[in-house]
């Protein structure tokens, strides 16, 4: 099993700056992508954005594109997910994602990181 710990949320103002944290620990030799989701009230689970985590290939939900970027540290094995020019409709809960070459299917998740943008 992988375990993943979040961090890095909190209240920015539209324009600003964040980045998220996702540290995985267990059986992280198998990992095969790490990603990131979010979820508003109201809202289904929405993709963000995944890394390949050993060729570093990335791909991104188009309302994110060129603003959000995401990037790991092997060695650590964390996850990061900066985020640029945010506006108010990125306010959600972002849950990181684990996918193990068992699988290639996301099947662990962390416990989510609230991020607020206000107008």
């Known amino acids: 099993q992988v375990q993943l710990v979040e961090s890095g949320g909190g209240l920015v103002q539209a324009g600003g700056s964040l980045r998220l944290s996702c540290a995985a620990s267990?059986?992280?030799?198998?990992?095969?992508?790490m990603g990131w989701f979010r979820q508003s009230p109201g809202k289904e689970r929405e993709f963000v954005a995944e890394i390949n985590w050993a060729a570093g290939i990335t791909t991104y939900a188009n309302s994110v594109k060129g603003r959000f970027t995401i990037s790991r540290d092997n060695a650590n094995n964390t996850a990061y997910l900066q985020m640029n020019s945010l506006k108010p409709e990125d306010t959600a809960v972002y849950s990181c994602a684990a996918a193990l070459s068992t699988t290639y299917a996301f099947g662990y998740w962390g416990q989510g990181t609230q991020v607020t943008v206000s107008s």
């Open positions: 267990g059986r992280t030799r198998l990992l095969y992508a």
